[in-house]
């Protein structure tokens, strides 16, 4: 009689974890489902109807950056050579055109880029017409609540803060988007909007 009962629990602890395994399987099913959906949502790119993400983001391969430190881009240098190397960041306004009536967007790395640049400007110069104290106060909660969101998980070697920066000047490799391949993708949606634009 026990030896039976064992025999009925060990069968019935089987065929519960049988179902409780082929529940998750359709759980998954369904959830991978839901993202499919939710990835070929079509968007009329009017009010609020855009996406999260820009859709190059998916096809964007991946690239390597090497971190170091750069006598180019100085955040206390008023010169014309620094300031092209800054407007070489981004072909001001770097802005994205989406949907069949091109709907103006920014990416905010691009966002990003201002106001670094914004930033640069208000150091060097405290009456600069359009890095306002205000601008200059929203540039740095922008790149505060962005480089949160971003929250890479990337290692990078030691404590960057015992490091001597004129003699070690060479950092950690990240792996991130490639930019220029976004950049590429930019400019072509510029190129369809201004064809657009003078045949409208």
Known sequence: MAKMRENLTARFLTLALV?????????????FHQRRIVDQMSYTYTGNSIPLLHPMTGDLP???ITLQESTHFAWDSPDNTTLDE??????????SYLGPNHRMTILSWFHNIHCIAQIRAALINHNDEVATPEHFSHCLQYLRQTLLCGASDMLEKGDFMARNFTVDRVGSDLVCYDWEAAIAALD???R???EWKTSS
């Open 19 to 31: 179902l409780f395994n082929l529940c998750i399987v359709l759980w998954q099913g369904m959830a």
């Open 192 to 194: 369809e909007f201004n």
């Open 62 to 64: 991946l690239a390597s």
């Open 188 to 190: 072509e949606e510029r």
């Open 86 to 95: 800054f407007n070489s960041l981004f072909r001001y306004p770097s802005l």
